[in-house]
């Protein structure tokens, strides 16, 4: 699983998806959690923090989102060397399953689909966690 000090960044245009998500976090133990309100103040956030030597190891995505998608932020950081193998969540709803081979093309680490749960959020983490550590 994601180490509890993995520093977080959630990204969600709506308020209370991004409370939603930090409760979520903290209780499962992570300690450093970060919000950006769209793509473009994700991607200012990335960008300020690596530049600071304080990178984020994690996003969590919404999709949809005014200014910048959570599409076009996944396209333009897999575009940065460094970041090809962040792992990055993107949050889709129940009608837009369709969308999801998308942003596999692009590369996505993993989605979920649209209410969240905890548990589902930690299965998916844990998966996810998995795909990119395999086993030696
Ligand atoms: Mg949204």
Known sequence: MFPLNT??????DMASLRDLLKAYLRRLGFKHVTEAVDGRDAYQTLIA??????????????WNMPNMTG???LKLVRGIPDWKNLPFL???????KEKVMEAVMAQVSNYIVKPIEERTLEE???RTWQKLNPPT
């Open 124 to 126: 998916k983490l844990l």
């Open 90 to 96: 993107i949050l889709t709803t129940e009608n837009e």
């Open 49 to 62: 923090s690596k530049a600071a030597g304080n990178p984020f190891e994690l996003v969590i995505s919404d």
């Open 7 to 12: 520093r977080v960044l959630i990204v969600d």
């Open 71 to 73: 599409l076009e932020l």
